[in-house]
């Protein structure tokens, strides 16, 4: 059975930072592409980012850019985000997901992310 568990999410102020985290488990880890998208309250999920096998190339959204950072450690199968200078609009809950050749199919339940004054 396909698992992904997402932590690390919380309270947090404008220009901070945050690291989440996403432990997969039930596929092989290293054989799949991998993503991290958001949903924000009475919004469509939007996707973050996304990081390939293989070479480990990296894709960003525009709003995240610069900002975020995603890594994977296959011995761990792990996933993280790396969340620096944070936004309120980066504010959503945080969903990790399995990339089948650009479908995401198995999503976590999701890590809440707030960002406030």
């Known amino acids: 059975e396909v698992q992904l568990v997402e932590s690390g999410g919380g309270l947090v102020q404008p220009g901070t930072s945050l690291r989440l985290s996403c432990e997969a488990s039930?596929?092989?880890?290293?054989?799949?592409?991998m993503s991290w998208i958001r949903q924000a309250p009475g919004k469509g999920p939007e996707w973050v980012s996304s990081i390939k096998v293989g070479d480990g190339r990296t894709f960003y959204a525009d709003s995240v850019k610069g900002r975020f950072t995603i890594s994977r450690d296959n011995a761990k199968n792990t996933l993280d985000l790396q969340m620096n200078t944070l936004k309120l609009e980066d504010s959503a809950v945080y969903f990790c997901?399995?990339?089948?050749?650009?479908?995401?199919?198995?999503w976590g339940q999701g890590t809440q992310v707030t960002v406030t004054v």
């Open positions: 039930g596929f092989t880890f290293g054989s799949y592409a």
């Open positions: 997901a399995r990339n089948w050749d650009g479908v995401h199919d198995y």
